[in-house]
Structure formats: structure tokens, C-alpha cells
């Protein structure tokens, strides 16, 4: 009993003290607490001993015993002074943040980036994870490039260009592109674009220090002879390209551009980053080859997603070229990440080669086809003044011109009060627009949500 009177004496004794201290402040020690309560050294210790596990009092060993912080009366940290070290904030970031951000409740989604939960084949995709993840051999060190049946997979989808060697797995699109961005150039250079082109590159182009120059696109794709001049003014060396169902406009290169595209590349001895991220997202007739296809000297760079096509946690991609541009890209990979999760290859390549991948990308086709419709509908009935640029035949969005005179940013700020999120058309330019524009998605909402996102949207306009 007397020696449980003497720990709450201690501990009282200590509480106060600490609480009437400044955080980090010095209390009486061991020998002072001691004498004043003629308490043992062991009775002292386990009262300390309490009040560190309450969170009163931290121990230092050696030092002694200190006022621990306490919430809500802790010393404010002062960040600022990392602004200086920081230097200024990347471009592009916020419109990245703005176009991963996560849809409020009530909210509907006429942007994004991935395709509504109902038309993901998570069944399948969590059935083939399953499965993998009960093998140990899955959970072992695989080769840093990635397994050679799914680099097999993505080079036989690639054409007879690039063979499985020549492929590097990585954790996505963005990750790809990133670190291809990083390995064929270096700060300073010059990237040319599209434009308008996805947002996403150019985020990362401005990351890696490169100097952006758009080479205008219109229904057709890119245009050869703007971009042979660009090529022959910039001294470029590496042009970013999406031939297909291209985010954000929606254009697909035509057949006759593709040949003048190829050759300008080659006369400017430079590379070509096809980014293929649609391959799978057709709607009105099988697509037609990658670019690398037909590339047997090197100059195309090719990337290709299944993430788009199937669910935003499928973080599974390749990238591959020929000759020393492949081998400088999988050192590049391999110095970001080392290598791709073993059971998520696994999955990945178990699902796109069994039946369940045909059948989804079937009905996929169908339904993308039925939302794409749903919402050229409603803009015709809602949005008269607002013009779809050409009919998409396949990706995720419509690419809308705004009526001469439409802040397209503040339009969107509008729609997002009236609770349908759309994405300006602003950002998507690697100089000043031509005009106002907004990317529409038709992937991310059900067709009944399209009707009235639509409606939402043309409040705002109003």
C-alpha cells in the first residue's frame, strides 16, 4: 500500500510539473524526486514509466525527463523555410491533381480518366489475382524487364516491329512515359506535341525540363507538313504522339498522313513516342496497326496500357524499342522501380490471354458505343450551341467547342456548382488555344447520369 501511495504521489508531483511546463521542458530528475518524496529510485522509475505511456513525459536516456508536447498545444512548425529550397512548384501539377481528383457525392462525372465501375471486369481481374497470389512463385523476384510472357503478349500487339526483348513492364502509362521522356532527352531539349495532346505528357515533359512545342492536329491527326517544319525549325529529336482515338480531341491519323508522319521522323533522325493507350477502347471498327508495326529501323517508341481498358488498379504497362534506345530505356525502368509486383503480371497476363478478355472488350465496344451516343444526343438537345469536333470512333471522350467568347475554365468552375465535373480545354495546349474547348468523357457515368450532367451542364453555360 505504501508503495502505491508513494508512485501517485510521483506522478501528481510530475503531472503538474509537465503540465505547467513548456513542451521539451526539463522536469526534476530521478534524484530530486527521490529526496522530495523519500521514494526509491524504483518507485520514481515506474511513475515515469506511466506518465511515457500516458503521454505526459518523454524519458531520454542519459538526459533525463522532458515535458512531452501535448496536442493541440504543440509549438507551430515553420515550414517556410522549404519555399526557398523547393524552388517553384512544377507546372502542370494542379491540372494533374484536378484531373485524378475523386467525384464528390452527388456529383456527376462528365470527365475522367478510366472507365465507370460497372464496365471494369473486376470478376475476372479479381479471380485471376486470386490466383496468383496463392502461387509462391508469384511473390518471387522476377526478372527486372518483367515476365516474358506478358512482354510476349504487348510485342505480338505491338506488330512485328518489337519482339518480347525489347520490352520493358511497367506500373502504368504515366510511369512510362515519364521515365521515356526523361531517357531519350535531356533538360533543354525540345519536345514536340500534338496539340491540343494529352495533359498528362505534358506535365511530365515540363518535369523533366523540356521545352513543349505544339504542331497543330485537326480531325485527321497530326499534320505531316507542320510537323516535317517543326522538326526542320526546332532541331527536335523526339516527338510525342497518340495516332489513335487521341486524348483529348478524339482524332485518329489517317492512313495517308501516316507514311508522311514516319518519314519526317526519319529525316530528322528523331524518335516517336506512339502512345497507344486506346488500342482496346474501339467502337466502330477494329483499329488500325500501331505505327510500330511497320518500324524496323527504331524511330518509334512504343507504349501501350491496360489500365484504360480494364480498371484503374490494373497499374500494368510496356514500353519497348529497338537497338540501344530499348536498352537505355529498361535501364531507366529499372532504376525508377526495379521491377512490377510478380502477382499483379501474373493476373494481368493470365486475364488477357484467356477467353474473358475477348468477351469483355466485346461488350466493352457496345457499351462504349451506347454512352458515346447517349451523349451526342443530349448535347444536341441540351447544348445546341456547343459543337462536338467530329465523331470519336473509339477512346473515352468528345472533344466540344465552346461557343466564341466562353472562358471554358470558369464555365467549368460553374458546372462543378452545379454538380457535374467537365475539364477545360485549356490546359490540354502546349501554347494558346485557338479557341474554347471542353473534354467531355462518356466513359465515366451511366448513360441516364450523361442525360442529366448534360443538363446540369447547359445551366451553367446559361
Known amino acids: 500500500m505504501g508503495n502505491s501511495n508513494a508512485v501517485a504521489r510521483v506522478i501528481q508531483d510530475l503531472r503538474e510539473h509537465a503540465t505547467a511546463a513548456t513542451p521539451g521542458a526539463q522536469l526534476p530528475s530521478v534524484r530530486e524526486l527521490t529526496a522530495r518524496h523519500q521514494a526509491s529510485p524504483v518507485t520514481v522509475a515506474q511513475a515515469i514509466r506511466q506518465l511515457v505511456a500516458e503521454g505526459v513525459v518523454e524519458a531520454r536516456p542519459g538526459k533525463g525527463t522532458y515535458a512531452a508536447a501535448r496536442p493541440g498545444h504543440a509549438q507551430a512548425a515553420d515550414l517556410s523555410w522549404q519555399t526557398v529550397a523547393l524552388g517553384p512548384a512544377p507546372a502542370g501539377e494542379q491540372e494533374m491533381q484536378a484531373l485524378l481528383a475523386i467525384l464528390q457525392p452527388g456529383a456527376i462525372a462528365l470527365s475522367g480518366g478510366y472507365l465507370e465501375p460497372a464496365l471494369q471486369p473486376v470478376a475476372a481481374l479479381g479471380a485471376a489475382l486470386a490466383r496468383a497470389a496463392r502461387q509462391p512463385a508469384a511473390w518471387a523476384r522476377g526478372p527486372v524487364e518483367g515476365r516474358e510472357d ?93 495516332p489513335l482515338y487521341a486524348n483529348p480531341h478524339g482524332a485518329t491519323l489517317r492512313p495517308d498522313r501516316r507514311r508522311a508522319v514516319m518519314d519526317a521522323v526519319r529525316a530528322a533522325g528523331a524518335f516517336l513516342i506512339e502512345d497507344d493507350y486506346a488500342r482496346d477502347l474501339a467502337i466502330e471498327s477494329d483499329p488500325p496497326p500501331p505505327l510500330a508495326a511497320d518500324d524496323l529501323d527504331g524511330h518509334v517508341v512504343y507504349l501501350r496500357s491496360l489500365t484504360k481498358a480494364a480498371a484503374p488498379g490494373l497499374r500494368v504497362a510496356a514500353i519497348g524499342a529497338r537497338g540501344p534506345a530499348g536498352a537505355r530505356l529498361r535501364a531507366g525502368r529499372l532504376l525508377d522501380d526495379f521491377y512490377v509486383s510478380g502477382p499483379l503480371q501474373q493476373a494481368a497476363v493470365e486475364f488477357v490471354t484467356a477467353p474473358a478478355w475477348g468477351r469483355h472488350l466485346r461488350t466493352l465496344r457496345s457499351a462504349l458505343r451506347a454512352r458515346r451516343d447517349a451523349l451526342l444526343d443530349a448535347i444536341r438537345r441540351h447544348l445546341p450551341t456547343v459543337t462536338p469536333v467530329g465523331v470519336p470512333r473509339g477512346g473515352l471522350h468528345l472533344w466540344v467547342r465552346l461557343p466564341d467568347g466562353t472562358d471554358d475554365v470558369t464555365l467549368a468552375a460553374k458546372a462543378a456548382a452545379e454538380q457535374v465535373i467537365v475539364f477545360p480545354g485549356r490546359p490540354w495546349y502546349a501554347a494558346e488555344p485557338p479557341a474554347p474547348h471542353l473534354r467531355l468523357t462518356y466513359a465515366a457515368a451511366p448513360p441516364d447520369d450523361l442525360e442529366e450532367g448534360t443538363r446540369r451542364l447547359a445551366h451553367a453555360l446559361r
Open 150 to 242: 506478358l512482354r510476349a503478349w504487348f510485342a505480338r500487339e505491338a506488330g512485328a516491329g518489337l519482339r518480347a526483348e525489347d520490352m520493358v513492364i511497367c506500373p502504368g502509362g504515366q510511369a512510362a512515359l515519364s521515365s521515356a521522356l526523361r531517357v531519350l532527352s535531356s533538360p533543354g531539349d525540345v519536345l514536340l506535341v500534338e496539340s491540343p495532346t494529352y495533359l498528362g505528357a505534358l506535365a511530365a515533359a515540363r518535369a523533366a525540363g523540356l521545352r513543349v512545342v505544339p504542331v497543330p492536329a485537326d480531325a485527321d491527326g497530326v499534320r505531316p507538313d507542320q510537323l516535317a517544319t517543326a522538326f526542320a525549325r526546332t532541331g527536335a529529336r523526339l516527338f510525342y504522339c497518340q
